[in-house]
């Protein structure tokens, strides 16, 4: 069935979308606003600051190295135009679906930690042993 011919309502009704979508649409299809795609056509806002290689570029850094931080990421871009390292994130989280990772205190913290434990756990064994 032609579009054209339909009231504003069926289409919103059989389509599951909004009024204003359909007329919107509509409008585009009278004025000859479109060429064969209602999907492809400028949209304006604010232009993306990551372009398509250096999105490879993060992509493979990250691939080599998952624990990158994105300030390091950014130094070795070296890119002629500056992208802050909150763009890096945001990009690694929202476009790539990596997820932050936080880093591990240093080693010799965690081996500290476990001795303290594992003290603790044979002082304690120790004194069930004298009074048992």
Do not use: W, Y
């Not at 806002?45 to 300030?71: N, W």
């Not at 932050?100 to 930690?113: G, Q």
């Amino acid at each position: 069935m032609d579009p054209m011919c339909m009231k504003q309502k069926d289409i919103t009704t059989s389509l599951n979308i909004s009024q204003g979508a359909v007329s919107k649409t509509l409008k585009r299809i009278r004025n000859k606003d479109f060429e064969g795609d209602l999907r492809s056509r400028k949209r304006s806002g604010r232009p993306l600051e990551i372009t398509p290689r250096t999105d490879a570029r993060i992509k493979r850094i990250v691939q080599d190295d998952p624990t990158m931080s994105s300030v390091d990421i950014v130094s070795e871009l070296n890119l002629t135009e500056k992208i802050s390292a909150r763009t890096i994130r945001h990009h690694l989280m929202i476009k790539l679906n990596f997820k932050a990772v936080k880093p591990a205190k240093s080693l010799s913290f965690l081996l500290k930690i476990c001795e303290t434990a594992l003290t603790s756990v044979k002082n304690t064994k120790r004194g069930h042993l004298k009074n048992g």
